[in-house]
């Protein structure tokens, strides 16, 4: 995981996003409707991604074209498609273009307004990664290497419209039992 000081007017401050949930092949809706990707703000300063490129290593690419503010502790979905209703159900805080997920490997890459990267995940199609469907990979923290496939693991919560992941949010690495029998 990359991690970049920047100077600020108020110090020093340290700024990390990485990258932590794939939907790269969702089952309730096309994938040229439903993929998505999750990213984290682990570092203490708020940033603006307008301008940072999305790309993989091939010829993917997108500029992110607004103000997309991610604070300290903060989760943002970037997906294809930001209609919840024809998505899959996802509400996605950014609509990208020109970049397609594959189902088997590939690359993404996030590129800051210095033309440096920032963060990468070159996931493999089941070799380490895992390369489900109807599921997202998603990093089993954000403190780990997300470029080691060995820490990401299938998403077994359901979201929306049947598929498991958890945009937007922590992942988990189970489900989650509520014992309700002692609830008025």
């Known amino acids: 995981i990359l991690s970049f000081l920047f100077i600020s007017s108020f110090g020093f401050g340290q700024s990390s996003v990485t990258i ?7 089952s309730a809706v096309n994938d040229s409707d439903g993929e998505w ?6 570092g203490d300063i708020e940033l603006d991604l307008n301008g940072w490129i999305i790309k993989d290593a091939d010829t993917d690419n997108h500029t992110i074209s607004s103000s997309l503010i991610i604070n300290s502790g903060e989760y943002k979905v970037l997906g294809i498609n930001s209609n919840s209703s024809t998505n899959g159900g996802v509400t996605v805080d950014y609509q990208y273009s020109g970049i397609s997920l594959e189902n088997g490997a590939d690359e993404l890459v996030l590129i800051n307004t210095n033309d440096t990267v920032f963060d990468s995940v070159a996931y493999d199609g089941g070799t380490t990664f895992p390369d489900p469907t109807g ?15 060995t820490n990401w693991f299938v998403s077994t919560l359901q979201f929306g419209d049947g598929d ?3 945009p937007g949010m922590p992942n988990y690495m189970s489900n989650i039992e509520l014992d309700t029998s002692f609830v008025n």
Do not use: H, K, R
């Open 20 to 26: 932590t949930e794939i939907m790269q092949n969702p």
């Open 37 to 42: 990707f999750e990213i984290f703000n682990s």
């Open 135 to 149: 599921a997202s990979m998603a990093l089993q923290s954000p403190e780990l290497d997300n470029d080691v496939g």
């Open 164 to 166: 498991l992941g958890t």
